[in-house]
């Protein structure tokens, strides 16, 4: 098990676009992008967590361990049924126009402190990306909650925190036509 270094505001890896990854993979980048794919699984167990000091997460982008490379990983459980993936050079093909947003706000691994107000997402994206994990090319149509979760970690490879998509003057500005998850 790695435990590995994340990066917190206001280190500038994190607002920088980070560069695409050369393919084929490397084994040391597919072993490390397996490596955030497992860290995740133990930030998310209890015991775990308290014993090596670390926060939960359901995802983790390159930069946020200092890799300014487009690569991130995703591992949680929703609606019965597990998003363990590793994503490599991943691009957003097409989204809906509908929105959506976490009522309880999103947290993230580089921002200590969480900072309260809605974030508005798509309600749905299609993705396409290699996915290290099954080791193949696959493209990811999701809905609601996991196609917020892969959008935010999406962004941390443009330099974007979820923090920058707050409203500044009404955190908690309702849009009605968004839904609240």
């Known amino acids: 098990m790695k435990l590995f ?55 983790i982008a390159a930069p946020q361990i200092g890799v300014s490379e487009r690569f991130y990983a995703i591992y949680f459980n929703y609606d019965e049924k597990t998003y363990e993936y590793g994503l490599v050079n ?31 997402r798509y309600y749905k994206v299609t993705i396409k990306a290699f996915d290290v994990v099954s080791n193949k090319d696959v493209t990811l149509k999701l809905t609601g909650y996991p196609a917020i979760v892969f959008q935010h970690e999406y962004d941390h490879l443009d330099g974007i925190l979820y923090t920058d998509r707050i409203n500044k003057k009404d955190p908690f500005l309702v849009d009605p036509a968004a839904i609240a998850l």
């Open 5 to 59: 270094n994340i990066h917190k505001i206001p280190d500038p890896v994190l607002f920088e676009k980070a560069k695409e990854v050369s393919m084929p993979l490397s084994e040391e980048k597919r072993q490390m992008i397996l490596d955030m794919v497992e860290y995740l699984k133990i930030s998310q167990d209890d015991e775990m967590a308290k014993k090596y000091n670390i926060r939960p997460g359901v995802g």
């Open 90 to 120: 991943p691009k957003i093909i097409s989204t809906s126009i509908k929105k959506a947003y976490l009522e309880t706000g999103e947290g993230c691994l580089s921002v200590p402190q969480d900072v309260p107000g809605y974030v508005y």
